[in-house]
Each structure stands twice: as C-alpha cells, then as structure tokens.
C-alpha cells in the first residue's frame, strides 16, 4: 500500500513539474513573440488601407500619416436585444492635413460560412475607392469570389441621389450590384455591410470629423458648417483657398485620377477576355 502511495505521489509530482515547465515555456515564448506578431498583425492592417486609399501615378498613397495610430471605434445601433456592432475608422491625411478619407473597418454577421471582414476606403463624402477583404469563411469556388471581380462592382459607389448599392436580386430598379451565381447570400452579407458602414459615417460625420481632429489638432478639417438643408455637413478647407467645398480641388483631383486608372484597368481586362473569348471561338470552328 505504501509503495502504491508513493509511487501516486511521485507520477503526481512529474505531472505538475511538466506541467509546470510546459507553462513557463509557453509563457517564455509568447512573450518573445507577442511583439513580432502585433507587429505583422500591423503591417497586415497597413497593407488593406493602403490598397484601399487612393494613390498617386507612381502608385504611392497620396496620404502621409499613420492611420493606424489614429484610427478609432464606434457602435452602430442595433434593435433592442441584440449585441451593438463596432466599426473602425483609419483616418487618412495628406502631408498638408486635408482629410484624403477613411480606411472603414466593418464586420458582416451574415455571411453563408461565417463573419466577414471588411476594410472599405471612402472619400469625405463617402464616396467607395475601393474594397479588401480581411477575412472569410466562405465557400471556396463560391462565395470565396467576392474576394475575386465582384468587390469591383463596389469601386465610385456612394450612397445618396443614386443610390445604387444594392443587389439588382433585391432591387430591380435601383440596384446596380451583380451577385455571384450560386454565392447570392454571401454577396448580399458584403452589400448590406458596406452599405451600413458607408450610411453609418454619413449619418454620423460631424462626429466623425471632430474625432478626428482630437487625433491631430492639425488636421485642416471642420464639421460644423451647415448646409441649405440644415444638416451638418463636413467642409475641408484649404490652407491656399477660403473655398469650403466637401472636399478640396486636390483630393477631387486625386480621386477622379484613382477611379479612371481603376475604370481603364477595368475597361482592358474585359477586352482581354472578350478578344480570348473571339480566339477561343475561331480555333472551335477550325
């Protein structure tokens, strides 16, 4: 009996020394390479607001701040039970501090497989440069390609007079967005939530702006100008100019520049496809 006793107390004392050792080495090991992965987590974030901001002719970003230093979180409303979702603003400046717009971070709960991520870049008018995916679970083959030509579809789209961000399945008349064969609840779970993200700054871009500015007191931004129809509207101002248009003439420059280069990329790829198409067709009839 006493043998057996001992012979449990010594596997029991192996066990907890394992167990032990096992934990401070994890511990050792996280802590040697938590900053190596914030640090990659970071340069991952850098590259989905890059690549949704807009760019000069060489394909630099024409903002020179650090957006991930400035970037902050709301809550959208949500009914009464269920829990608020955040979204996540990256303020993006040029060297002089006008506002170039936002890299928006959004999450869609409705996807087929799961959570969507989403980074979404917009203009201070909330006008879409462009769409990254930051994370899905979607059906390879199938609802993996929103990540493929239909986030193009998203690309000079706004929500306003022509209002045209929605599915054409959901509306016929106003909608302007294909959904992918066999993919339509994942193409509508990535509408839906651009659209929410986009109608949400809109809603709330006085509030936006003054956050921004308690970033950087040097942003050259105000939010307090009214306009003809008594709602708060943002105004960039100019350090050159007394203008307060919604946005400056460069960044407007900056943008039609952006959405031209995209709209040509656009134009060759479906004359590409088309001329294969043509080639395909006269080798068949050979």
Known sequence: MKKQTK????????????????????????????????EAERQEMLKSIRFVLPKDDQ?????????????????????????????????????????VGFAVKAISKIGYGGDIGLM?????????YETYILSMLETP??????????????????IGADDNLILKKDDR?????????????SSRAMTNTVRKAINFYLENK?????????????ANVSSDVIDDT?????????????????????????????????SDKSRNKKNRSQHLRKRKKERSGK
Request: net charge negative; no cysteine; glycine share 8%.
């Open 230 to 262: 008594g709602n708060k509207s943002l105004h960039i101002e100019s350090k050159d100019k007394t203008d307060t248009d919604a946005i400056t003439d460069a960044t407007t420059e900056a943008t039609r520049a952006y959405e031209k280069k995209k």
């Open 173 to 185: 008349k106003k909608g302007d967005i294909d959904a992918i064969t066999g993919a339509t609840i």
């Open 59 to 99: 394909g630099n970003p024409i903002f020179t701040n650090a957006p991930d230093r400035m970037k902050f979180t709301m809550k959208m409303e949500a009914p009464e039970g269920e829990v608020h979702e955040e979204i996540t603003f990256f303020p993006a400046l040029a060297e002089d501090g006008r506002l």
């Open 7 to 38: 012979s449990i107390v010594r596997n029991v004392s192996v066990l907890t020394l394992i167990t032990i050792v096992a934990g401070f080495a994890l511990a050792l090991t996280f802590n040697l390479t938590r900053d190596k992965i914030a």
């Open 120 to 128: 979404i870049g917009i203009d201070p008018n909330g006008k879409i």
């Open 141 to 158: 083959g199938l609802g993996t390609k929103i990540n493929e030509d239909f986030k193009d579809q998203f690309i000079g789209k706004s």
């Open 206 to 218: 006085t509030e936006i702006i003054e956050k921004v500015v308690e970033k950087d007191d040097k």
